[in-house]
Nanobody
């Protein structure tokens, strides 16, 4: 089992910055990817968008909409995941979820979710 708890959301003006944190506990032996997803207002759970991901060997990938603005990283002990968000836009408003996944190739073997943290960008 893996437990994920997000924090750091809030209300910020357009152009501002936020850093989200995810406390990671439990058995991480088989987790090989950590990620941030977001669910925009009016979207369903199945429509959550991958924002950024980091693999166990440190490779990262980002949604085109956040490249050069967001950065995903972990601490050295890998019990915390972060998302640094800069130059925030109104369309970044969403609930942001921390995700831990065990992949074999591109096939998900298991996935864990946190409860999410609300990020609201005001004009």
């Amino acid at each position: 089992q893996v437990q994920l708890k997000e924090s750091g959301g809030g209300l910020v003006q357009t152009g501002g910055s936020l850093r989200l944190s995810c406390a990671v506990t439990g058995n991480l032996a088989s987790v090989n990817q950590m990620a941030w997803y977001r669910q925009s207002p009016g979207k369903q759970r199945e429509e959550r968008e991958l924002v950024a991901a980091i693999t166990s060997d440190g490779n990262t990938n980002y949604a085109d909409s956040v490249k050069d603005r967001f950065s995903i990283f972990e601490n050295s002990t890998k019990n915390a995941l972060f998302l640094q968000m800069n130059s925030l836009k109104a369309e970044d408003t969403a609930v942001y979820y921390c995700n831990a996944e065990g992949l074999i190739g591109a096939v998900s073997q298991f996935t864990y979710w946190g409860r999410g943290t609300q990020v609201t960008i005001s004009a």
